[in-house]
């Protein structure tokens, strides 16, 4: 092979990958070129469609029904000439893959510690007793707690960082020139965020190897990659130097894209809101089997919540941040009504939610609405988008006539911005920022006081998103809304929340002024969920 210190470890020149025949083919990815060097971090920014994974799915050849042109070529050597088998060779040997979710990449039916080891069988022809050493000692360098004992551990009872760097360890298990990194982190928290990008950059200079990282997580490119290259519509539209580009971007959507940072824009709380929904010393505790032989005969108890207090005012907005389990989900859930209280009690404009007879309780239910994480999965696909919309109208105010009903649901679409097309529609006929959209609409529709929304926009691109919260702000002002926001991305906190909560280990370990809380954390665990964003107080205020 080439190995000359000028020659690009990676070469992409004029690549074209389509999918379909004929006139109605798509053109997903279109005279891409760019390098990346032995060593080098490159980043692949871009939204969702912009061609990023389908680029670097077409290094390693694993496009079903694609149609490659052009030229990839590793070391001068055209990877699009290579057979299957030589394929096979390289896949794992020298370009290696980290997935977006590792539970779904690793195989669920074998230990981590034999996905590692049929890694090294596979292209080094190791012995067991060598590749297993090695299996251990690359758990034990990705920062996995007893590497031994988790040897034997299966994907689903690891946490999702300590699956992510396990995946990192099959992806390294035969020292690749190449690692390519799609999205690696989106499904994580903050801190662990910042934990795996810190092991990537440890890892990539111990061993040399050069890291093409696809991403939309502009914050984590700036503190990740030497050089970006920012796609759109299946075009590489601008690429240089992380700094240089951050600092002075050239195409409008390279500048669209940095700018699209939520920016904070909400109305002063009025001193005489009254309050609608409290958390009074809301203790919530869950039963689990004892570890070892006592677990057979007695139970443990774990508390998911301990002693939460809370007050959310009419048109206030309550950030409620923290990492995944810490509580934020089950304490709404608790103040819903949909989870059992330990102790301590949930009240909604004076009464407490225990107490509610079901009359009372049905008519809480429209007055307090939820808008989840996930749009696609809370929109059923058997059902039309008018059907959708108008399915809590029709549980609520049984008595309006049809033609009524479908006024209100007409309405609603107008508010969130989709026009009446959208009525006979089903869900997966629109893009995920409709779909938020279309479900804002469906709890928008019973004019409810109180909207829980839990992580609403971490699922969207960074554009989307800000479109999202802007219509959530607009519609806050309109109607006079409360809002309880989950979310553990504090630049979306920072712009849509009056005061913020902090829940750590279910207790609420932090709370104030959203500029005070920002401004002057006093909790360790506040600061570090700050730095993890890459939200010190000078970068934010």
Not at 255 to 281: C, F, G, K, T
Not at 311 to 326: A, D, K, P
Not at 395 to 414: N, Y
């Amino acid at each position: 092979m080439i190995t000359s210190s000028d020659q690009p470890l990676l070469q992409i020149r004029n690549l074209n990958v389509r999918f379909g025949q004929g006139p109605s083919a798509t053109r997903a990815v279109q005279e891409v070129s760019f390098d990346v060097a032995a060593g080098e971090r490159f980043a692949l920014v871009g939204e969702s469609g912009s061609g990023k994974s389908v680029t670097a799915l077409s290094i390693l050849r694993l496009l079903q029904n694609g149609q490659i042109e052009g030229r990839i070529s590793l070391e001068g050597e055209n990877l699009l000439e290579k057979s299957e088998r030589e394929m096979r060779r390289i896949r794992g040997s020298e370009i290696s893959m980290i997935f977006q979710e590792p539970m779904t990449a690793l195989n669920p039916l074998y230990t981590i510690g034999n996905q590692i080891v049929e890694t090294i069988e596979l292209h080094e022809g190791s012995t067991k007793t060598d590749a297993t050493r090695r299996a251990i000692r690359l758990l034990e360098r990705t920062g996995i707690p007893e590497p031994e004992r988790r040897f034997y551990s299966y994907p689903h009872q690891l946490s999702g960082g300590q699956r992510q760097r396990a995946m990192i360890a099959v992806a390294l298990a035969c020292r690749p020139k190449l690692l390519l990194a799609d999205e690696p982190t989106t499904a994580l928290d903050v801190t662990l965020r910042a934990q795996i990008m810190d092991l990537l950059i440890d890892l990539q200079q111990e061993y040399g190897l050069a890291v093409l990282l696809i991403t939309h997580d502009l914050n984590l490119v700036r503190s990740f990659a030497q050089r970006v290259g920012v796609m759109e519509k299946g075009r590489l539209v601008e690429i240089g130097e992380t700094g240089t580009l951050f600092q002075a971007p050239q195409h409008l959507y390279t500048q669209r894209l940095i700018n699209s940072r939520p920016q904070r824009d909400i109305l002063p709380l009025l001193p005489i809101a009254p309050v609608l929904l409290e958390a009074q010393q809301i203790r919530v505790e869950f039963a689990r089997a004892k570890t070892g032989l006592g677990g057979w005969f007695r139970k443990d108890v774990f508390a998911a919540v301990k002693n939460a207090s809370l007050t959310l005012r009419q048109g206030e907005t309550i950030g409620l941040v923290g990492e995944s389990g810490s509580g934020k989900t089950t304490l709404a859930m608790a103040l819903l009504g949909l989870q059992r209280i330990s102790s301590g009690k949930a009240v909604f404009v004076g009464q407490s939610v225990r107490e509610m007879n079901s009359t009372a309780r049905h008519a809480m239910r429209a007055r307090m609405q939820v808008l989840f994480q996930d749009p696609f999965g809370s929109l059923s696909p058997r059902m039309t988008i008018a059907e959708i919309v108008g399915e809590g109208l029709a549980l609520h105010e049984p008595g309006l006539t049809r033609e009524q009903r479908m006024t209100r649901v007409e309405e609603a679409l107008d508010e969130v911005g989709l026009d009446h097309l959208a009525l006979s529609r089903y869900p997966h006929e629109f893009s995920g920022g409709q779909r938020q959209r279309i479900a804002i609409a469906r709890v928008l529709v019973l004019k409810p006081e109180v909207l829980i929304l839990d992580e609403p926009t971490s699922a969207l691109d960074v554009s989307i998103q800000q479109q999202v919260l802007q219509l959530l702000s607009d519609l806050q002002r309109k109607h006079g809304l409360s809002y309880l926001f989950i979310s553990h991305d504090l630049a979306v906190i920072h712009a849509m929340a009056h005061r913020i909560v902090v829940l750590k280990d279910g207790e609420i370990v932090e709370e104030g002024e959203t500029e005070s809380v920002i401004r002057s954390p006093r909790h360790d665990y506040t600061r570090t969920l700050l730095q993890s964003a890459g939200l010190e107080a000078e970068a934010v205020l």
